[in-house]
């Protein structure tokens, strides 16, 4: 488990998640630590990622969000060499022993579309510590209080919700009922801290 990311989630629960330019020039101003990099492609990620770092903020990349690059180890190798980024996002659970191995902080994050994805939260932790991610993040994070702890007591890792989170009782809801952290792509949420 990756100690130092989640000491940082846990001191600073609201992350942001910037999906342009003008959402990571706004990012940087604020008080947040962890920033999601959900945008750029193979040119852009590695000045994305330097400009978060330099600005003293822990960048974390969505793998399958970057245009140019597969849901393949080739593409963790590239973001932990060519990249400041200190932990990779992926819908792919197949990628994160690999993410793990390579030192980085593996973020999975799953869409709460039905019993079934609650299912596959639940199996996470009945598999092998290096296939575990550190941390899961459930969209849309504004899902009912009940079913937040319910996938909290199912899967017995850090949970990150997000998607959705647009006001100060959509953040409460999720730390309140079981949630290490949310992350939001609105300003207003990233002020809260």
């Known amino acids: 488990m990756n100690k130092e990311f989640l000491d940082k989630l846990e001191d600073s629960p609201i992350v942001a998640a910037v999906r342009n330019d003008e959402g990571l020039e706004a990012c940087l101003k604020t008080e947040v630590e962890i920033v999601f990099v959900l945008y750029g492609d ?9 400009q978060i770092a ?73 598999q092998s510590y290096s296939s575990q991610p550190d941390v899961i993040e459930i969209l849309p994070g504004t899902l009912a209080p009940k079913v937040i702890s319910k996938i909290r007591k199912s899967a017995d ?29 609105s300003p207003v949420i990233w002020d809260m801290l």
């Open 42 to 50: 193979v040119c852009s990620v590695s000045g994305i990622t330097e």
């Open 157 to 185: 890792l850090p949970l990150i919700c997000g998607g959705l989170i647009s006001d100060r009782e959509d953040v409460m809801n999720a730390l309140d009922h079981g949630a290490i952290a949310v992350s939001a792509t």
């Open 54 to 126: 330099e600005a003293g903020k822990t960048p974390v990349v969505h793998l399958d969000l970057i245009d140019g690059l597969s849901q393949r180890e080739a593409a963790v190798d590239f973001l932990r060499k060519k990249t400041m980024a200190q932990g990779i996002i992926t819908t792919r659970s197949s990628l994160i022993s690999c993410i793990k191995d390579r030192g980085l902080a593996a973020v999975l994050r799953v869409f709460i579309l039905d019993s079934r994805a609650m299912d596959t939260v639940g199996k996470l932790t009945r």
